[in-house]
């Protein structure tokens, strides 16, 4: 079955550091990964998505995740957190062989950015 | 604002009541989805439509609850006889199949809770 894990219910880090929040998945055959990110009492904003093509995927408000297949990951990185950027975060994956594919969640990770 | 939208965006009501939730998707998306999401879980999959037509229903989505897209474009998701069960937010997304590639762009969500 296929599934996504968000190791980390919550991350803390400082202002201006580096930030990365863990995903990884478990499907069969070839998966689109996305990230979306949740405001409170807000809907799913998407962030980024990997298709195909170039590991490294850049996304809104500069994000970045790199998709790494040998180790099933797409961690969501930041080089310089923000306190803007407290939120709760998803990973998801879908599948290319599918049709009109519903998403697959992980738990989420709260981030939280201390100034 | 061009984004999904959703109404109500809360919604409290007595167990054994029925409730209906609309979702505007964005213009010209042919796809339409949607998801259950509770406390501390990411969102699960209910059921989506391509234009008009219901082509996939989760195991989650019991016989109490029916949705619509009478003409491909606006949804309703009804709840029939409402349990403390179906506390939880409901959200819409939708988006533009383009071959095997599309992003799925959520709505703020109806928070419903069942006394």
């Known amino acids: 079955a296929q599934s996504v894990a968000q190791p980390e219910d919550q991350v803390n880090v400082a202002e201006g550091n580096p930030l990365t929040v863990k995903c990884t998945y478990s499907?069969?055959?070839?998966?689109?990964l996305f990230w979306y990110v949740q405001y409170p009492n807000r809907g799913l904003q998407f962030l980024l998505k990997?298709?195909?093509?170039?590991?490294l995927v850049k996304g809104s408000y500069g994000f970045e995740a790199e998709f790494n297949k040998s180790q099933t990951s797409f961690h969501l990185k930041k080089p310089s957190a923000l306190v803007s950027d407290s939120a709760l975060y998803f990973c998801?994956?879908?599948?290319?062989?599918?049709?009109?594919?519903?998403?697959?969640f992980g738990k989420g990770t709260t981030l939280s950015v201390s100034s | 604002d061009t984004g999904v939208s959703q109404d109500p965006r809360h919604k409290i009501t007595k167990r054994g009541q029925n409730v209906t939730f609309r979702c505007d998707p964005i213009?010209?998306?042919?796809?339409l989805y949607w998801y259950r999401q509770t406390l501390g879980q990411g969102p699960e999959f209910l059921t989506y439509?391509?234009?008009?037509?219901?082509?996939?229903k989760s195991r989650l989505l019991s016989d109490r609850f029916s949705a619509e897209r009478p003409k491909g474009s606006f949804s309703t998701l009804e709840i029939q006889r409402t349990e403390q069960g179906d506390s939880a937010m409901y959200l819409c997304?939708?988006?533009?199949?383009?071959?095997?590639?599309?992003?799925?762009?959520f709505g703020p969500g109806t928070r419903l809770l069942v006394l």
């Open positions: 997304a939708s988006s533009l199949a383009m071959g095997l590639t599309e992003t799925q762009y």
């Open positions: 990997y298709i195909t093509g170039d590991n």
């Open positions: 213009s010209e998306h042919n796809r």
């Open positions: 499907v069969s055959g070839n998966p689109y």
């Open positions: 439509f391509q234009n008009e037509a219901q082509l996939e």
């Open positions: 998801a994956v879908s599948l290319t062989n599918q049709a009109g594919t519903a998403l697959i």
